[in-house]
C-alpha cells in the first residue's frame, strides 16, 4: 500500500452514488408497499451497504484500513429510477471516496438481488463519485506563490566543517516543493548573537520565511529558542503544538524538542529541530498549510 505515515489527520467526507432502473411500476410499488418477497429492500439493502463499507480494504488490495466514524444511506424514487446516495465520514490520513463508491455499489447489488424474482430487466447505472472534501487539495493556499525564504542550519560541527548539512536540505526541498522560493541558504554556529543577526538581517531583506533548523534541544549549546523569542512579536503556539504533536506520533522524544514559531512583523520565523528527520518531520507537519497564515500577514504590511 501506499505510505500515508507522513499524511496529518483531518476530516474527510464523500458522497457516491449508484442508480437502480427497474422495468415496471409495479416493482416500484412492490418496494414502497413493501412486499417484495425477500424482504424489506431499502433497510436490506442498507445493511448490505454498511457491511460493503466496512468490508472495502478486504476487497480492494491498495486501500488502507481506516477508522469509518459516519455512513449515511439515502434513497430517492424518481419514476422507474432509485438513486442511492452513500456518504461516509473520518478523521483520518486518507480519504474515503472509494469507501462510498463500494458501498454504493453494494446497494445497488443487493437491490438487484432482491428484485430480481419479480423483476428481470433491472439495471444499475452510474456509480460514481459526487463530490469529496477534506484532502490535501482543501487546505493547501492557493493565494500566494511569490513567497521568499531564508533558511539558517544552527550547527558548530556542521559549521566547522566536521559533519554535513542535511537537515537544512530536507528544509529547502519541502519549501520548494511548496513552490516558496530560496532567498538564502547559509550555516552558523550556535551563538546567540549571530542567530539573532540572521533573523533582524533577513527580515530587512524581505524574507517572508525565517527557518531555523538546529539549537532546539536541551544541551548547554542549544540556544536558538532563548535567541528568537525576544525578537518576535507575537508568538504562535498552534504550530509549535502542530509539530510537536505530529513528531511525538512518530517517536517518544519528540516531546523534548523546544520548537519555535512566531513572527517579527510579517515575517514567520520558525525554529525547528536539529535531525534530519526531525526537520523533515516538523516541515511535514505544517506545510503546505501553514503558508495559509500569508493571507493575513500580507494583508497588514508592516513598513
Do not use: W
Amino acid at each position: 500500500m501506499v505510505d500515508i505515515t507522513h499524511k496529518i489527520s483531518t476530516l474527510r467526507v464523500a458522497t457516491a452514488q449508484a442508480i437502480i432502473k427497474v422495468s415496471k411500476p409495479e416493482t416500484i410499488e412492490a418496494i414502497q408497499n413493501d412486499t417484495v418477497p425477500k424482504g424489506n429492500v431499502f433497510a436490506m439493502s442498507k445493511a448490505a451497504g454498511l457491511l460493503g463499507v466496512k468490508k472495502t480494504p478486504d476487497l480492494l488490495p491498495d486501500c488502507h484500513p481506516l477508522p469509518i466514524e459516519y455512513t449515511g444511506i439515502e434513497y430517492t424514487i424518481n419514476g422507474l429510477e432509485i438513486t442511492v446516495l452513500v456518504t461516509i465520514k473520518t478523521i483520518y490520513k486518507t480519504g474515503v471516496e472509494v469507501e462510498a463508491m463500494h458501498g454504493a455499489s453494494i446497494v445497488a447489488l443487493n437491490m438487484y438481488d432482491m428484485l430480481k424474482p419479480i423483476d428481470k430487466g433491472i439495471e444499475i447505472h452510474h456509480i460514481k463519485l459526487l463530490d469529496k472534501k477534506g484532502g490535501k487539495s482543501d487546505y493547501t493556499d492557493k493565494f500566494r506563490r511569490d513567497l521568499k525564504a531564508a533558511v539558517i542550519v544552527c550547527s558548530d560541527t556542521i559549521s566547522e566543517g566536521k559533519k554535513e548539512d542535511k537537515a537544512g536540505k530536507a528544509i529547502i526541498a519541502k519549501l520548494e516543493n511548496c513552490e516558496v522560493d530560496i532567498l538564502d541558504y547559509t550555516i552558523i554556529p550556535d551563538e546567540k548573537d549571530i542567530i539573532q543577526e540572521k533573523a533582524i538581517y533577513y527580515q530587512k531583506q524581505g524574507a517572508d520565511l525565517i527557518i531555523y533548523t538546529g539549537g532546539t534541544g536541551l544541551s548547554i549549546r542549544d540556544v536558538t529558542p532563548e535567541a528568537l523569542k525576544p525578537l518576535l512579536d507575537r508568538n504562535i503556539p498552534g504550530i509549535e503544538e502542530a509539530i510537536r504533536k505530529y513528531g511525538q506520533d512518530r517517536m517518544p522524544y519528540a516531546m523534548l524538542s523546544r520548537s519555535v514559531a512566531g513572527t517579527i512583523k510579517n515575517t514567520l520565523v520558525l525554529a525547528l529541530p536539529g535531525s534530519t528527520n526531525g526537520a523533515k518531520e516538523s516541515m511535514d507537519a505544517i506545510f503546505p498549510e501553514v503558508l495559509h497564515v500569508f493571507r493575513i500577514l500580507k494583508g497588514a504590511r508592516h513598513d
